[in-house]
């Protein structure tokens, strides 16, 4: 077991794991962070997607001296009260179906939106490309992506 210093939305968290622990179990388990999101486990599925210093980035598939000194930022510290601009146009186009893949959708959604303020639809396509929906949501995941940029 090591000790590692995190900082997890705004706040430094001190935990105590075995090293190769991945940092979607940190967040769920030591954090209490489970918005989070366990899909694959072998960063295929985006289910776990989280952002360190801004970028997405799968916390199945990262350890926590990876990510000590980074920024790292959950669906929990998008925003105070769900008012993110991506987790608004999410509400306005009803987006979910089953919900389970949505975090890691909405965390993938609002980085590349930082770095890309007016994306084109193919430019969301390929963005979006890397996160599974079981249900098939794809085209209003597409829709409020599109309508979160403006
Ligand atoms: Fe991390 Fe699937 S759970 S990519």
Redesign the pocket.
């Known amino acids: 077991m090591s000790t590692y210093q995190l900082k997890v939305n705004g706040a430094q968290k001190s935990v105590t794991v075995d090293a190769d622990t ?1 940092l ?1 179990w940190v967040l769920r388990d030591e954090l209490g962070l489970v918005g989070t ?13 989280v952002h360190v210093d801004g970028m997405a980035m ?4 990262m350890t926590p001296s990876q990510v000590e000194g980074k920024e790292i930022t959950t669906i929990e510290g998008l925003s105070k009260d769900g008012t993110h601009p991506v987790q608004q146009a999410w509400k306005e186009v009803d987006v979910p179906q089953c919900g389970y893949c949505q975090a ?1 959708q909405i965390m993938t959604a609002s980085a590349f939106l930082e770095q890309h303020p007016n994306p084109s639809e193919i430019e969301i396509k390929n963005a979006m490309h ?1 996160n ?1 929906c079981r249900c098939g949501a794809y085209n209003r995941i597409y829709t409020a992506v599109e309508k979160a940029a403006k």
């Open positions: 991945p979607l999101k366990y899909g694959c486990g072998i960063g295929q599925c985006g289910a776990c997607t799968r916390s199945c598939s890691g890397g599974i």
